[in-house]
């Protein structure tokens, strides 16, 4: 019998292997990446195979998230390296589409509301609307039983589960935990443009991010302990903050002044040497 290839670079053979391992009964796992992989990446693999018999990776840089003058030209491409990387984390095959997903006379957009709007939204507003649009079409061509999102992006990982849940798309979305540098910097593809000075102050982040929260459980009024994580960011070396907020966990709603009974999580997002940084954790 023929080895199933490992890269698959046309709908067609996808849709192929997939059915294949319908026939089978083989449940199906999938991690989207845009590629650039590393540890945080390897990690949402060995949580889907926690969930599914055969696991579908792909790499794909999607144009729609990036508005004008963001990092879309310069974003790291390691495809074979990434491939590696994918074949050792026992993935069992990687989608990597020859060009573009987006038709020539592509004219449908979406917009999430609910968790996808403020925070992020704020300050990149095309950015949900461009995820939706990939993840969706992704979920479409893979049809896969679970899809495995880190946690990192957690405003992401709510508004995907709105997307899923609204349009009826079958699959379980299963949120995974955040991987961390040593001193704690959330892994990110983005992490490779600091300079040794930038990574130094980046690594800041997590520590302010983290007394922050502790404060706030402690019964700090959230504006006063929010204020004093912003002053020590830019005393750290950021150049500018563009939130640290604390939300209801579950729909992000803004929780401005206390706690009250909801579940919170504190979400920050700064800037340092012209890397935007975000990150996130429960209270
Ligand atoms: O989190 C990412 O890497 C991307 O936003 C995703 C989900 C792969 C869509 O392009």
Redesign the pocket.
């Known amino acids: 019998m023929p080895q199933p290839r490992f890269i698959v670079t046309t709908e067609k053979q996808l849709r192929q292997q997939v059915s294949e391992w319908r026939l089978a009964g083989k449940t199906i796992g999938f991690v ?3 590629g650039a992989l590393h540890a945080g990446h390897l990690s949402l693999i060995t949580k889907a195979k926690k969930h599914a018999d055969k696991i579908i990776a ?1 790499i ?3 144009p729609t ?1 990036f508005a004008e003058g963001e990092d879309l030209g310069s974003y790291p491409r390691t495809e074979k390296k990434d491939a590696k990387m994918l074949q050792v984390a026992g993935c069992d095959l990687v989608y990597i589409p020859k060009g573009s997903l987006y038709g020539e006379h592509h004219a449908t957009s979406l917009h999430v509301g609910g968790a996808a709007l403020g925070l992020e939204t704020d300050y990149r507003p095309h950015f949900f609307g ?2 939706a649009l ?2 969706t079409k ?1 979920l479409n061509r893979v049809q896969p039983d679970i899809a495995v ?2 946690e990192k ?1 957690y405003q ?1 990982l709510l508004t ?1 589960r709105r997307i899923t849940s609204d349009l009826d798309i079958p699959v379980k979305i299963i949120g995974a935990p955040i991987m961390r540098e040593k001193d704690g910097l959330a892994m990110s ?1 983005r992490n490779q443009y600091f300079d040794q000075e930038g990574r130094a102050i980046a690594g800041h982040l997590n520590r302010i991010m983290r007394a922050c929260a502790k404060e706030i459980k402690a019964g700090a009024d959230i504006k006063h302990a929010t204020d004093t994580a912003i002053e020590a960011l830019l005393s750290a070396g950021f150049s500018s903050v563009d939130y640290v907020s604390v939300a209801d966990a579950k729909t992000l709603k803004i929780l401005p002044h206390s706690l009250d009974k909801n579940q919170a999580r504190l979400l920050i997002a700064a800037t340092c040497k012209g890397v935007r940084l975000i990150d996130n954790c429960k209270i």
Do not use: A, R
């Open positions: 989207p990446t845009m792909s794909y840089i999607n998230q461009g995820v990939i993840v992704l999102f880190g992006d992401q995907i593809s």
